[in-house]
């Protein structure tokens, strides 16, 4: 519990300005949930399987009261000064919101707390309550179970409160803890009080008969405190009745009535409230003494709709009719909210325990302040709706969230081509996504369509294959085997890896990428800016080049020695082909005469321009400037060698000549990276200004030809990119460079301006931002290949100090002092042979026995397989 705020970092301690904007999400991965601001109110109650962003749960809450000898000393919400609009910010019914002053469901015009300090280090908040006429002091943690490669109990559905409670006077007080909970967007509700197995708990479920099945569900808060007072309904009424009457009964001494409804609601508020109920916990606490009271909040609607059901496009209206659904993972796993909350109780040491020893063993790791912060401050976004989990447990997400619905549907591949957190963390989670792209997405002639349609398998998305996503997928199948070290999973996908190397140079390819097999992509290339890139470029040739040197070692395991040889043979001619003639001196270009429209007009066919409406040489010639449109051309590209960012981290090499790469880094820096964007223009989407720091997507230095209509997005700011190319420079040495570029990108998410985690792009929570946790591992210099049982470390700071990692089927901590490395297992397990230390010196044992160097590689003396809580101690010696 939050009791030593002088030992916490100050960038994770938010406090006046820098609450305004924290809005931290609780939930379990793929299952929704809600957040809490920085002065600790709900919002964003987006549990029945699509965002509902800017949303209360009707006027949900914790509050606390205090009384001495039969008499009230004092009452108030659990929250802090309200931090919305004074004029009324953003509300989803009439007669609230803008014009109508503060939201009434914030509890702005009920007392509150003061002042209120949190402190946000994912996946745990903590607030400490300040106000004077309260006798004693409040702390609140809170918490969802996120535990590296646990994805079960990292999706259980619920969020676990602790309040501890301190009586700072000089005579015993009786406190009570409150907590009070819509059943969201229920106008009759069903709700009922349950003692069982030490715990009590409203169970509170729906009496309206003409819900759709996709927005049946139910909600529950629970406690396991001894001494329990319960309000099953509030008052029914219009007008506010329900919180007027609710406030006045429970800021008085006593207890509060145990109303309860026999009948379901016959009349709706007129206000679209929902009912509420109040779960309380009274605790007596002696002079001195500090003690806990827990509740847990918990939701199951096990359907949801796939209201975007056949869209062509996402921008596209949806097919009119019923929709189909999907169940969720958790409703698989959790009978309803009642047994989800119940074995929240039931192992709430466990599960609390191994969340807080994550969230300690990264905030404790030798690594740069602003590393931690990007890369935890991201991850919240596997809470929210950005991502569902399926009935199988597979993952499938948007590509953010717009406020009542996600923004981008499909797993869209070259938006999360970038995240690299859940490879990490939750690899399970990532393979499942290789899973059902190649089973699902891959169309007859082999090209892999970029967005996955639901419910699966029901068709593909009209678009056909980006270059980015369809040669990221290979490349990351490789990098989930060398994790695994599963030959059989390979095995099962690698017919299909064939079919899409296949496809790059197939007539049946109507972008003809490569149709020589040159190892360079050459015709019309989709890509994540939303348009196509045509003729030779390192973007996205430098992935084609990965993803065939990675292919050619798959080949190899596969038993294809010749097909092998010949994808080897390709890589090396494409990563040449890049060196020699797109690489200007400084940076990476464009090998395209944008003059050319004869080299366009051979795409004419018929097909979409991209995601315009536009005929294809409308939307791609201009004839006013003579110029093929929406292009790179001399530009310095902030992703121009992210296939190569995709190999270091995958482990596939150098594909591109490291001193050119090197360069190519420091280019981006010198002139995309802005210490101030005051005089910068962008008529595109603004995400960084005025006298904020950024690195653009694209720059056109001096004595360069701008395109008339460069590629769009080329003057935004996007932090995904930033963190890849920042996570880039770092692995390559360029380390101030990339943390200047981290500094920037998470200054501009402190809290005063931006939640610090909610990263936006088409929307909040954006996918592409998990490209923060490749920091983790560039700082660290993890390597990891189960293939040979090698894990590695090669620090970028001081060797000395602990170290985060996780790999494989496990995480842990790599503690350095002195001559000794101790190697400890924190959750799951770890299986090596080999461990890499540079820094380790000389002849060393291995718990005690002797060992083999090879260089810098320690061989054990046996091969370990650690369970967690187990330690390898190696110990330089002499």
């Known amino acids: 519990m939050l009791n030593d705020l002088a030992s916490i970092d100050p960038r994770f301690v938010y406090r006046d300005a820098r609450r305004?904007?924290?809005?931290?999400?609780?939930?379990?991965?793929?299952?929704?949930?809600?957040?809490?601001?920085?002065?600790?109110?709900?919002?964003?109650?987006?549990?029945?399987?699509?965002?509902?962003?800017?949303?209360?749960?009707?006027?949900?809450?914790?509050?606390?009261?205090?009384?001495?000898?039969?008499?009230?000393?004092?009452?108030?919400?659990?929250?802090?000064?309200?931090?919305g609009t004074p004029t009324g910010s953003p509300s989803v019914r009439k007669f609230d919101g803008f014009g109508f002053g503060a939201n009434r469901d914030s509890m702005a015009g009920v007392p509150h707390f003061a002042d209120v300090t949190m402190v946000g280090r994912f996946p745990v908040a903590e607030f400490a309550f300040h106000d004077e006429r309260f006798p004693g002091d409040v702390r609140m943690q809170a918490l969802s179970p996120f535990i590296p490669h646990n994805d079960r109990d990292s999706s259980l559905p619920v969020a676990m409160f602790a309040f501890e409670v301190e009586n700072t006077t000089a005579a015993p007080i009786d406190y009570t803890i409150a907590g009070t909970l819509g059943n969201f967007g229920c106008d009759s509700g069903i709700h009922r009080f349950?003692?069982?197995?030490?715990?009590?708990?409203?169970?509170?479920?729906?009496?309206?008969?003409?819900?759709?099945?996709d927005q049946r569900g139910d909600l529950a808060i629970m406690t396991d405190a001894e001494d329990v007072e319960h309000v099953d309904y509030h008052f029914r009424g219009q007008w506010f009745d329900s919180l007027s009457l609710y406030w006045r009964e429970f800021a008085r001494a006593g207890r509060m009535p145990e109303r309860h409804y026999d009948k379901p609601r016959e009349v709706k508020n007129m206000f679209a409230q929902p009912e509420h109920g109040t779960l309380a916990a009274r605790i007596t606490v002696a002079p001195g003494e500090k003690r806990t009271i827990r509740f847990a909040i918990a939701w199951n609607y096990p359907l949801g709709s796939i209201y975007w059901y056949r869209r062509d496009k996402p921008d596209s209206r949806a097919t009119e009719g019923s929709k189909p659904t999907w169940k969720n993972f958790y409703a698989t796993q959790w009978a309803d909210s009642l047994e989800s909350a119940g074995d929240a109780f039931a192992r709430w040491d466990e599960l609390a325990g191994a969340t807080l020893a994550f969230r300690d063993a990264i905030f404790g790791a030798a690594l740069p302040?602003?590393?931690?912060?990007?890369?935890?401050?991201?991850?919240?976004?596997?809470?929210?709706?950005?991502?569902?989990?399926?009935?199988?447990?597979?993952?499938?997400?948007?590509?953010?969230?717009?406020?009542?619905?996600?923004?981008?549907?499909?797993?869209?591949?070259?938006?999360?081509?970038?995240?690299?957190?859940?490879?990490?963390?939750?690899?399970?989670?990532?393979?499942?996504?290789?899973?059902t792209e190649w089973q699902y997405n891959q169309l007859p002639n082999g090209g892999l369509t970029f967005r996955q349609r639901l419910p699966l398998g029901s068709g593909f998305d009209i678009i056909g294959p980006c270059a980015d996503g369809h040669f990221g997928a290979i490349i990351k199948t490789f990098r989930e085997w060398r994790q695994s070290g599963d030959d059989a999973w390979l095995a099962q996908w690698w017919p299909n890896i064939r079919r899409a190397l296949d496809y790059a140079w197939s007539p049946d390819n109507p972008d003809l990428w490569d149709p020589e097999k040159t190892g360079i992509l050459w015709g019309r290339q989709h890509h994540t800016l939303d348009m196509e890139l045509f003729g030779p470029n390192s973007w996205l040739s430098s992935i084609?080049?990965?993803?065939?040197?990675?292919?050619?070692?798959?080949?190899?395991?596969?038993?294809?020695?010749?097909?092998?040889?010949?994808?080897?043979?390709?890589?090396?001619?494409?990563?040449?082909?890049?060196d020699q003639h797109l690489f200007n001196g400084r940076w990476f270009a464009q090998g395209l005469d944008l003059s050319d429209r004869a080299f366009i007009q051979r795409f004419d066919t018929g097909r979409a321009a991209g995601v315009l409406a536009d005929s294809f040489m409308d939307a791609y010639w201009s004839d006013e400037y003579s110029e093929i449109k929406y292009q790179i051309g001399q530009g310095c590209l902030t992703d121009q060698i992210l296939g190569q960012w995709h190999a270091d981290i995958a482990g596939i090499g150098d594909i591109l000549a490291p001193e050119k790469v090197t360069a190519a880094l420091k280019s981006i820096f010198a002139e995309n990276n802005r210490a101030s964007l005051v005089d910068h223009f962008n008529p595109c989407r603004v995400y960084a200004y005025e006298n904020e720091g950024g690195t653009l997507l694209c720059s056109y230095p001096e004595g360069t030809h701008e395109p008339a209509v460069p590629a769009p997005y080329a003057e935004e700011v996007w932090t995904g990119l930033e963190y890849?190319?920042?996570?880039?420079?770092?692995?390559?040495?360029?380390?101030?460079?990339?943390?200047?570029?981290?500094?920037?990108?998470?200054?501009?998410?402190?809290?005063?301006?931006?939640?610090?985690?909610?990263?936006?792009?088409?929307?909040?929570?954006?996918?592409?931002?998990?490209?923060?946790?490749?920091?983790?591992?560039?700082?660290?210099?993890?390597?990891?290949?189960?293939?040979?049982?090698?894990?590695?470390?090669?620090?970028?700071?001081?060797?000395?100090?602990?170290?985060?990692?996780?790999?494989?089927?496990?995480?842990?901590?790599?503690?350095?002092?002195?001559?000794?490395?101790?190697?400890?297992?924190?959750?799951?397990?770890?299986?090596v042979g080999r461990v890499v230390l540079p820094f380790l010196a000389g002849s060393v044992t291995v718990n005690g026995k002797v060992a083999i160097r090879e260089g810098e590689v320690v061989v054990l003396p046996t091969p370990a397989s650690l369970k967690a809580g187990e330690a390898l101690v190696i110990q330089a010696e002499g």
């Open 369 to 435: 302040s602003e590393i931690i912060d990007a890369a935890t401050g991201t991850m919240g976004l596997l809470r929210t709706a950005t991502v569902i989990r399926l009935e199988g447990g597979e993952l499938w997400g948007w590509e953010g969230q717009h406020e009542r619905e996600g923004s981008c549907e499909g797993s869209c591949t070259h938006v999360w081509n970038y995240q690299q957190a859940l490879a990490s963390l939750f690899p399970a989670l990532e393979r499942s996504l290789r899973d």
């Open 544 to 578: 084609y080049v990965a993803a065939l040197k990675a292919a050619s070692e798959m080949a190899t395991a596969m038993g294809e020695a010749a097909f092998a040889t010949e994808l080897g043979d390709m890589a090396a001619k494409g990563g040449a082909y890049i």
């Open 20 to 83: 305004r904007y924290a809005i931290f999400p609780l939930g379990g991965i793929g299952a929704g949930g809600f957040s809490i601001t920085g002065a600790g109110r709900m919002v964003d109650w987006s549990i029945r399987n699509r965002p509902e962003l800017h949303q209360f749960n009707g006027y949900s809450h914790f509050a606390i009261k205090a009384e001495q000898d039969g008499k009230l000393l004092k009452a108030l919400v659990l929250n802090g000064p309200y931090e």
């Open 194 to 213: 349950v003692q069982a197995g030490g715990t009590s708990a409203l169970h509170l479920t729906s009496a309206d008969e003409d819900r759709a099945a």
């Open 724 to 831: 890849t190319v920042a996570s880039h420079m770092i692995m390559r040495g360029l380390v101030e460079e990339g943390l200047t570029i981290v500094r920037a990108a998470r200054d501009r998410h402190d809290g005063s301006n931006r939640s610090p985690w909610n990263e936006i792009e088409c929307g909040s929570y954006y996918a592409r931002s998990l490209s923060s946790y490749a920091l983790v591992n560039a700082w660290s210099g993890l390597t990891f290949d189960q293939r040979s049982g090698t894990i590695g470390f090669a620090p970028k700071g001081e060797a000395r100090g602990t170290h985060f990692w996780s790999a494989g089927k496990g995480w842990g901590k790599l503690a350095v002092e002195g001559d000794k490395a101790t190697l400890r297992v924190l959750g799951g397990e770890l299986s």
